[in-house]
């Protein structure tokens, strides 16, 4: 089993820029799970949606290409891929030459679905859309929709995740409503860098406490864990303690090396959403 601290992560590394798909780097979900109660399936559904905006090669007559990926990996992988493997990875592809578009997508692929899904019993596709330069004008940027709670002024004092601070009152009759907050912030797990990000969370049930909700996601502050592991330890935490009917987590984190990485866990089967950027990313 790969462990974080064997990836090339806080590590001076070499940039191939010859194709090389032996750089990604998967990391079971499993052991991060377990922590947050999460043995087998888990009780949610997903995918975590990653932009790329470092991607070139060069086509058959040698003049380099570029373009956006949009990357979806299904969040039933075993794995998830180390995100400094996959800028490597990418880099590889610079100075590659591919006969077309479609090649250097399907390579794409199918080396992150055989990464994903490395180790499992059954096997599945990553998804992999790229965006070309006669399309850029259209990517849009777009905040989260739903009520923001950092206009609420509360005091602030745990910076360690505290799961007792939500809570949601059952006595009255049930709510719909949509929260986001852009004070989500965590930290590497190896190497302790900032990440920052924005969150969005969908429920209907008795209504959530929103003071002691937006506590808890300042309480992440000083957490070390990665993205996909602080959305589903959210999920979990709301999930168990405020007990809504449905419930969706969706945080979008600003990029890093070209990356960013956008989890989404839900209760229920729904369309996944686009994979449109915000202001800070």
Same mark, same amino acid.
């Given at each position: 089993?790969? !462990?974080?601290?064997?990836?090339?992560?806080?590590?001076?590394?070499?940039?191939? =820029?010859?194709?090389?798909?032996?750089?990604?780097?998967?990391?079971?979900?499993?052991?991060?799970?377990?922590?947050?109660?999460?043995?087998? =399936?888990?009780?949610?559904?997903?995918?975590?949606?990653?932009?790329?905006?470092?991607?070139?090669?060069?086509?058959?007559?040698?003049?380099?290409?570029?373009?956006?990926?949009?990357?979806?990996?299904?969040?039933?992988?075993?794995?998830?891929?180390?995100?400094?493997?996959?800028?490597?990875?990418?880099?590889?592809?610079?100075?590659?030459?591919?006969?077309?578009? =479609?090649?250097?997508?399907?390579?794409?692929?199918?080396?992150?679905?055989?990464?994903?899904?490395?180790?499992?019993?059954?096997?599945?596709?990553? +998804?992999?859309?790229?965006?070309?330069?006669?399309?850029?004008?259209?990517?849009?940027?777009?905040?989260? =929709?739903?009520?923001?709670?950092?206009?609420?002024?509360?005091?602030?004092?745990?910076?360690?995740?505290?799961?007792?601070?939500?809570?949601?009152?059952?006595?009255?009759?049930?709510? !719909?409503?949509?929260?986001?907050?852009?004070?989500?912030?965590?930290?590497?797990?190896?190497?302790?860098?900032?990440?920052?990000?924005?969150?969005?969370?969908?429920?209907? +049930?008795?209504?959530?406490?929103?003071? +002691?909700?937006?506590?808890?996601?300042?309480?992440?502050?000083?957490?070390?864990?990665?993205?996909?592991?602080?959305?589903?330890?959210?999920?979990?935490?709301?999930?168990?303690?405020?007990?809504?009917?449905?419930?969706?987590?969706?945080?979008?984190?600003?990029?890093?090396?070209?990356?960013?990485?956008?989890?989404?866990? !839900?209760?229920?089967?729904?369309?996944?959403?686009?994979?449109?950027?915000?202001?800070?990313?």
């Amino acid at each position: 089993m790969t !462990t974080p601290e064997q990836s090339q992560l806080g590590r001076a590394s070499a940039y191939a =820029d010859q194709y090389d798909a032996s750089l990604l780097f998967p990391l079971p979900r499993a052991p991060k799970r377990a922590e947050i109660g999460i043995a087998g =399936d888990p009780p949610f559904f997903g995918a975590d949606l990653w932009t790329a905006y470092e991607l070139s090669w060069l086509n058959s007559r040698g003049k380099p290409q570029v373009a956006i990926a949009h990357i979806t990996v299904p969040c039933e992988t075993p794995n998830i891929v180390e995100s400094k493997s996959l800028k490597l990875y990418l880099n590889s592809f610079n100075s590659t030459r591919f006969a077309s578009l =479609d090649e250097v997508r399907a390579r794409i692929r199918q080396d992150l679905s055989e990464a994903a899904w490395r180790g499992a019993s059954i096997t599945g596709t990553v +998804g992999v859309r790229l965006v070309t330069p006669d399309l850029f004008a259209q990517e849009r940027v777009h905040e989260q =929709d739903g009520l923001l709670l950092d206009r609420l002024d509360i005091e602030c004092t745990r910076y360690q995740p505290a799961p007792e601070l939500l809570k949601a009152n059952h006595d009255e009759a049930p709510v !719909t409503e949509t929260l986001v907050s852009h004070l989500l912030k965590s930290n590497c797990l190896v190497t302790g860098q900032p990440d920052w990000g924005s969150v969005q969370i969908a429920y209907s +049930g008795a209504q959530i406490d929103q003071e +002691g909700l937006l506590q808890y996601i300042v309480s992440f502050r000083g957490h070390n864990e990665f993205h996909e592991q602080c959305v589903e330890r959210i999920f979990m935490d709301v999930w168990q303690r405020c007990r809504p009917i449905k419930l969706a987590v969706y945080a979008r984190y600003t990029r890093r090396g070209g990356l960013d990485i956008n989890p989404l866990r !839900t209760s229920h089967p729904q369309p996944m959403p686009a994979n449109v950027r915000t202001a800070r990313q």
